[in-house]
């Protein structure tokens, strides 16, 4: 029989609804009880779950919408057309006016289906809910009762029973945002549903993360567009409704992104991240750096941010020294446990260490070309006692792990004294040389940095000297771990290169080694003068093989050393070899020493500078770390923006232009950002407005890839935004529209990918919202001839892009009526005409898209109103004669 009569009472409700609910969930807990498991697969048939589907169907529209306003119409995935069905036909529903029993029926559904204790029963029938909408339908209904101002609390605690159901926020998301569109008509329940998303980000624990998925779109694509990360930016700084103060929203909001950053490996998400915290910092809200220093894995995250004003305060919150301290300490923890087989090899592997690695050197790299700062680490680390109060490590579940920096950690080495460390010398010497390794790591991977190693061979040598003047405090094991450290450094052949590269200081403190001894009182031990005199005798001999050239400083260090060793040291045939070789090596620089200047001006010192940034900035290029190769973008732009001589736009924008094809998120964005920067050069623009022209264009040379070319798309729609840019260089605007509008006619369906078209769409729109009083009239009558081309022949419901593509020419033929009105480009009433019944007939029968019908409403209205205001004949009521006539 038919459904569509039923009389909806309280004992219907109770005995026949909800009674055979409880019937129902009691059957499948008898049923399923002893097959308990962690099979995910419903035990129901196919055909039982279309029953309950059938039946949810009728609970939804027979108790819910019968007791909504009229307004309130079911989405298509309730109706039917089938009067016969046992849901029955939505039309023939009578409405009714009953808030007291609609509240009775919202209370009675939630407390049977989602508050009804815990058995497998239960479970299966939520199970089974979750592949229906029930539980939107539902929150309509909530939303509706909290309009009606229908005990609030109850109805809110309702809400947050039926949310924490949706496993999934991110669900939470794309299902609010369809009602709010859905809901044009009910101006109040769009708005308590907007507030509501607006509080997701921290009624949700993982709402940040959700919203950035959504946002981003990141399930749909693996491409990050800028605009949307604007957009993202803009809605993380409002401060949602359920917070009282800026400081309640803040502290439930870094907690999640402080989670994110430490567990999180989809790096389009963490980009989102460094984003929010970029903008953040830059407007003056207080980040936490407290909280990032708890966790080592957020440090390591935290490398995928290029914002240098954010890391150097970051740095400088425990001040440079103690922050690369505790990096330093953390990875001679990790490695030396690591390699004494401490700590589990499948979680601690050399990937990890490479990692810890590199995440030094990109704060190294960060404070400001301060690499004095890893002679500090080297030089003050107290190897042995360090690793005994230092760390914990905690294993998650998930094979990952976090690092707190607790101190008082006990650890199975002992410190001790002097002879305690001789009784386990051997122990002790392969902690050492563990230790030295990662020195030697850390060192190969600043090998090619602002001559680092240089500055810490020559730092290890002067304290090796001095600990030999140094008597009473000599510490021997300390003599030696340097003396191991220098000569690992001179056995690898590009260390040594780089070592004698810059050799000035190494000459001064050979020149001044035992300096310190003379005039002393005390006596020389012979031994240990000769220890040392050897060594820098070998190391003199090595500068002197190694050099090709030398400096004007470096020959008058040389000129000393020389008098030295004959004066002090005559009697040595080293010595006097020495002094042979160099007085030969001064000779031969006089005979060809030009007119050099003994000043050089200040162009020369910013020039010589200038090349050194150039030097690291493309060392930097070449680096494979993400971070630190971003790094080096954000230098070669520098450069470029100083106006420097040492590089010109073609060779950065090409250089720009290759990064882009990166496939890291953090790599490309960063040069479609510096792109955006170099457009600033027409050449530089032209050239690229070339290049995005050509693309699908087989027998071109410029020859890019589909994702390259949406990249480019991205790069112009970021830079025509400039609004100052396109009044003084209007020639460079008509090329782009001509561009973007060969893509977007309707001619390339069958040629270029929807997308791309898209992207073109994009660049336009901006064109015409930031400046279309530079359009000319045929430019615009073309722009509108494409829109209708896309409207009347461009549908096909299998291929979600035409419904996409179909948005977006409404969305843009909205900025052309807004921006400029109806005049530039329908000239007559005639197509006026046809474009209404164009966007109606779309509206009524062709289009599905729900936002697309929307955007067509809205539309309308606007033209209509321009229309009216454009051409309707208005009474002049200041015309004094008309005003003077009389009827007779």
């Not at 460079?732 to 270029?752: E, R, S």
Request: glycine share 2%; aromatic share 10%.
């Amino acid at each position: 029989s038919s459904y569509e009569t039923v009389d909806i009472s309280e004992n219907y409700l109770i005995n026949d609804i909800c009674g055979l609910i409880d019937e129902l969930i009691q059957l499948l807990n008898s049923e399923f009880k002893d097959n308990q498991n962690n099979d995910k697969t419903l035990p129901l048939s196919l055909n039982d779950m279309k029953l309950f589907d059938q039946f949810i169907k009728f609970i939804t529209l027979q108790m819910i919408y019968r007791y909504l306003p009229s307004s309130l119409k079911p989405q298509s995935y309730l109706l039917t057309t089938d009067s016969k069905g046992i849901y029955g036909n939505y039309n023939k529903i009578k409405r009714y006016d009953n808030l007291k029993f609609f509240d009775l029926i919202v209370t009675k559904l939630i407390s049977t289906f989602f508050d009804n204790g815990s058995n497998v029963g239960n479970d299966i029938l939520k199970d089974c809910l979750r592949l229906s909408n029930f539980h939107y339908d539902i929150i309509i209904a909530i939303v509706y009762l909290i309009s009606k101002n229908d005990d609030l609390n109850k109805h809110n605690h309702q809400w947050t029973i039926l949310e924490n159901e949706i496993k999934d926020t991110y669900d939470l998301y794309v299902n609010y945002s369809i009602w709010i569109n859905y809901l044009n008509n009910e101006p109040v329940l769009q708005k308590l549903l907007s507030t509501r998303v607006s509080n997701l980000i921290v009624l949700k624990n993982d709402g940040l993360r959700s919203l950035i998925e959504f946002i981003l779109q990141i399930r749909e694509t693996e491409e990050i567009e800028l605009l949307k990360l604007s957009q993202l930016n803009e809605l993380v700084m409002k401060k949602p409704s359920c917070c009282e103060t800026n400081k309640a929203y803040f502290s439930a909001f870094f907690h999640q992104v402080f989670e994110i950053l430490e567990l999180e490996n989809n790096s389009n998400i963490i980009i989102a991240i460094m984003n929010i915290l970029s903008t953040l910092f830059n407007k003056n809200v207080k980040v936490p750096f407290h909280q990032i220093i708890k966790k080592f894995n957020v440090l390591i995250t935290i490398t995928n941010q290029n914002d240098s004003n954010f890391v150097q305060n970051l740095i400088e919150y425990y001040n440079e020294y103690d922050f690369m301290f505790l990096i330093y300490r953390y990875i001679n923890f990790v490695y030396t446990n690591y390699k004494t087989n401490k700590l589990n090899k499948e979680i601690i592997n050399e990937g990890y260490i490479n990692k810890l690695i590199n995440c030094l050197k990109f704060y190294l790299m960060c404070s400001n070309g301060k690499w004095y700062l890893i002679n500090y680490l080297i030089m003050n680390y107290d190897f042995n006692s360090q690793n005994n109060k230092f760390g914990e490590f905690i294993l998650l579940s998930d094979k990952t792990f976090e690092l707190s920096f607790i101190t008082n950690i006990s650890n199975n080495a002992e410190a001790g004294d002097v002879n305690s460390k001789i009784q386990n010398l051997q122990k002790f010497m392969k902690l050492q040389d563990i230790q030295n390794d990662l020195i030697i790591k850390v060192l190969e991977t600043l090998i090619k940095n602002d001559d680092i190693l240089t500055n810490v061979f020559v730092t290890i040598l002067k304290r090796w000297c001095e600990s030999y003047s140094n008597e009473s405090d000599t510490d021997i094991f300390l003599q030696l771990n340097d003396l191991k450290i220098m000569n690992r450094l001179l056995e690898l052949e590009a260390f040594k290169d780089e070592i004698f590269q810059n050799s000035q200081n190494l000459l001064v403190v050979i020149y001044n080694a035992d300096s310190d001894d003379e005039g002393e009182e005390h006596g020389n031990d012979t031994d240990t003068d000769n220890n040392v005199l050897q060594m820098l005798l070998k190391l003199l001999s090595l500068i002197l093989t190694s050099c090709d050239n030398f400096s004007k400083q470096n020959r008058e260090q040389l000129e000393n050393i020389k008098t030295k060793l004959v004066s002090e040291h005559g009697d040595s045939k080293a010595s006097v070899s020495l002094v042979s070789r160099i007085v030969k090596i001064l000779s031969n620089s006089n005979t060809v020493l030009n007119n050099e200047s003994l000043n050089q001006n200040d162009d020369d010192d910013d020039l010589s500078t200038d090349k050194m940034a150039l030097k690291q900035a493309l060392t930097n290029l070449n680096d494979p770390l993400p971070p630190i190769k971003a790094q080096g973008l954000y230098e070669l732009r520098e450069l470029i923006l100083k106006e420097s001589k040492v590089v010109d736009y073609g060779v950065v924008l090409e250089l720009h232009l290759l990064e882009m094809k990166h496939k890291e998120p953090f790599v490309y964005l960063n040069s479609i950002k510096g792109l955006v920067i170099l457009c600033q050069n027409n050449s530089s623009l032209e050239y690229l407005m070339k290049l995005y022209d050509e693309y699908d264009n087989k027998e071109s040379s410029l020859a890019i890839t589909f994702e390259e070319e949406l990249r480019l798309g991205e790069v112009l729609s970021q830079f025509f935004q400039n609004k100052k840019y396109l009044i003084n260089n209007d020639s460079n605007l008509h090329t782009i529209i001509f561009i973007v509008l060969k893509k977007i006619n309707a001619t390339n369906v069958n040629k270029l990918d929807n997308r791309i078209r898209m992207s073109a769409m994009s660049i336009l729109g901006i064109l015409i919202q930031v400046n279309m009083e530079l359009f000319t009239e045929s430019e615009l009558i073309d722009c509108f001839n494409c829109i209708k081309g896309i409207l009347t022949f461009e549908f096909d419901e299998k291929n979600d892009t035409f419904k996409l593509l179909r948005r977006s020419s409404i969305h843009l033929l909205n900025d052309m009526v807004y921006n400029s009105g109806l005049d530039k480009f329908i000239i007559s009433f005639e197509e006026y005409e046809n474009l209404i019944n164009l966007l109606k007939y779309n509206k009524d029968f062709k289009e599905k898209d729900d936002l697309t019908i929307q955007s067509i409403n809205k539309l309308l209205l606007l033209i209509d109103d321009i229309w009216k205001e454009t051409y309707s004949l208005k009474e002049d009521t200041n015309d004094t004669f008309l005003s003077s006539l009389k009827i007779l």
